[in-house]
């Protein structure tokens, strides 16, 4: 045996044998399917979220706090960056919604078959899209009054 990762893929037969055991494929193995993709973006957006929320958090700490700490941050929030990080938030959000609702639906047995979540997949981020666009659009007309 070269190395340790050799000597974990040794075990016995029920004979007493030694014999490889089977390695788990990797995602090379694997073709890429759209609903990958949404796991990963939906655990992804989750994270997200949690960050968003500290941020959010620190934001109402502020404005319960000193007007001058509340003007730092509402400083920051307002810089580009910021806005950026809060366009991220609430895609995040709207992809996070959309993609819970069709798991709730995956745990009601609905729309396993194939066609059904390529459809929803493709709902999902024109959902996705189209809330974001229009929060922001709003939010935009609200500002300025």
Avoid: C, N
Avoid at 30 to 58: D, K, P
Wanted: glycine share 10%; net charge neutral; aromatic share 12%.
């Amino acid at each position: 045996m070269k190395d340790i990762r050799d000597a974990m893929l040794v075990g016995s037969d029920s004979e007493g044998k030694h014999v490889l055991r089977p390695t788990s494929p990797h995602l090379q193995v694997y073709r890429w399917e759209i609903t990958m993709l949404q796991s990963i973006l939906h655990r992804a957006t989750g994270m997200a979220l949690a960050a968003g929320a500290v941020v959010m958090v620190a934001w109402l700490v502020a404005a319960a706090g000193d007007p001058q700490i509340f003007s730092t941050v509402q400083g920051i929030i307002g810089s580009p960056i910021g806005l950026i990080v809060l366009f991220g938030f609430t895609l995040s959000l709207f992809y996070h919604l959309a993609a819970g609702v069709r798991h709730l639906a995956w745990d009601a047995v609905v729309g396993f078959e194939k066609p059904q979540y390529h459809a929803t997949s493709g709902w999902i981020f024109m959902f996705t899209l189209a809330a974001t666009i229009f929060v922001w659009v709003i939010g935009y007309f609200l500002v300025q009054g």
